[in-house]
């Protein structure tokens, strides 16, 4: 196998595959299981159609990829975004099947979206979507096949309607969705559950780096669930949270932002734009900053070959999946700034998920501190495997990461006989 050079360019699933690539060189894995890995099992292209509140009838392009089943049902979100496309869907889902295999949930990977834009949408158009595109996508999910969740742009709200969609035909099934409101079968902590993991598991890194947490300089880029979260649990640590940023901008304060206050703020007004307990600054002067701690929290591809070389973070832990392109990892990789990748740091969603749907099997309920310390426990055995296989070979987080988990679902499939 020749690795390919990698470039900013790549797209999602280019950069996924390139990420397989450089970790299979490492494997020994049969001949063949290398392309049967990395392809994908199923791919759904819908057309999902909605009466607007005009009147006018509408439609919205919807996709589902199965990407790999070896280790169980799949298990993926659904994303409402007028970006969304087949090879983002294809690339998630891929990362999906890596996740769950790093932190050893019986879960295949999967992914699935609405190319739509929310924020024109009245409420009534969105419930219509939602519970279309589950029309759309019924025959290949359930409890045991393919078990959405939510995503960018979507929430417990969304995911009730889906669940009450699909038991519209098939009964009361509340495990065949996760992120439901928990009046309806949710999950305690599954809203904070992404963002507390990539908490849990920036400890272990720091201690790891040498980075003492108390007084830490963290910057997080993006303040919406998964980054206030992550910013909230690490300023209740002992943390300096310096800059965060959302939609309407970065924000920084040297002395160290007063979150609870952010928090408030972004509730009461929905973005951070008027803030008064920090200055304004660019999302590049955010993320070039120096810092101990920096979480990329929001888009993909914020990190490249043109900005790598002036990062100055000491530690990189991935909130959002693939900020940061294969050519700004071979960057940081050399300058020696350790990236925990979005398949460990940002797995604490799925693995909640994970609880969710096995107490929606038993119908029975777990308290908030259990699921909370079940999380934990999951993470950071996940995180000491990976800094364990990454000094035992000499490869960089995310190469270990990828290794263990291929690694992971080549045995499985090679025991079921695939």
């Not at 219509?128 to 029309?135: A, G, L, V």
């Not at 099934?173 to 920036?202: D, F, H, L, N, W």
């Not at 955010?286 to 490249?304: F, K, N, R, S, Y």
């Not at 050399?334 to 693995?351: E, F, Q, S, Y």
């Amino acid at each position: 196998m020749t690795l390919i050079n990698p470039t900013d360019s790549m797209n999602p699933y280019e950069s996924v595959n390139y990420y397989f690539d450089k970790a299979a060189e490492h494997l020994d894995l049969e001949n063949g299981y290398p392309r049967m890995l990395k392809n994908t099992y199923r791919e759904i292209r819908v057309s999902v159609t909605v009466r607007r509140d005009n009147g006018d009838l509408d439609d919205f392009l919807g996709f589902r990829v199965h990407h790999n089943g070896a280790r169980g049902p799949y298990k993926g979100g659904i994303r409402f975004h007028p970006e969304v496309n087949m090879d983002e869907v294809r690339a998630l889902a891929s990362l999906m099947t890596w996740k769950c295999a790093i932190v050893k949930i019986p879960f295949g990977g999967a992914k699935g979206g609405v190319c739509c834009d929310p924020s024109t949408l009245s409420e009534r158009e969105l419930e219509q979507i939602s519970r279309n595109y589950i029309r759309k996508v019924d025959l290949v999910i359930g409890p045991l096949r393919d078990i959405p969740a939510p995503d960018v742009n979507t929430n417990a709200k969304v995911m009730a309607w889906m669940s009450d969609e699909y038991g519209k035909r098939h009964g009361y099934m509340p495990a065949c969705i996760t992120g439901k409101p928990i009046a309806i079968g949710g999950s305690q902590g599954r809203e904070a559950a992404t963002g507390r993991g990539v908490s849990y598991v920036a400890i272990q890194a720091a201690k790891r780096s040498g980075i003492k947490l108390q007084g830490a300089r963290v910057v997080v880029q993006g303040f919406g669930n998964v980054g206030s979260y992550a910013a909230k649990f690490l300023h209740e640590l002992g943390c300096k949270v310096i800059a965060i940023s959302d939609i309407s901008g970065g924000y920084h304060n040297a002395g160290g932002i007063d979150i609870p206050k952010a928090w408030t703020y972004v509730r009461e007004n929905k973005n951070m734009k008027g803030f008064d307990g920090a200055d304004a600054v660019s999302n590049d002067q955010l993320l070039e900053m120096e810092c101990d701690i920096l979480v990329p929290a929001a888009l993909g591809h914020v990190i490249t070959s043109k900005n790598a070389d002036r990062i100055k973070a000491k530690l990189i832990v991935e909130g959002a999946n693939g900020p940061v392109t294969p050519a700004a990892d071979l960057i940081l990789e050399k300058k020696g700034i350790p990236v925990i990748p979005d398949i460990l740091a940002n797995a604490g969603g799925v693995t909640v998920s994970y609880f969710e749907w096995a107490q929606n099997m038993q119908h029975f309920n777990w308290e908030e501190e259990k699921v909370n310390e079940e999380l934990k426990k999951i993470l950071d055995k996940a995180f000491h495997q990976v800094a364990d296989n990454a000094t035992a070979h000499k490869v960089s987080m995310r190469t270990s990461a990828f290794m263990l988990a291929i690694d992971e679902v080549a045995r499985v499939s090679k025991l079921r006989g695939v």
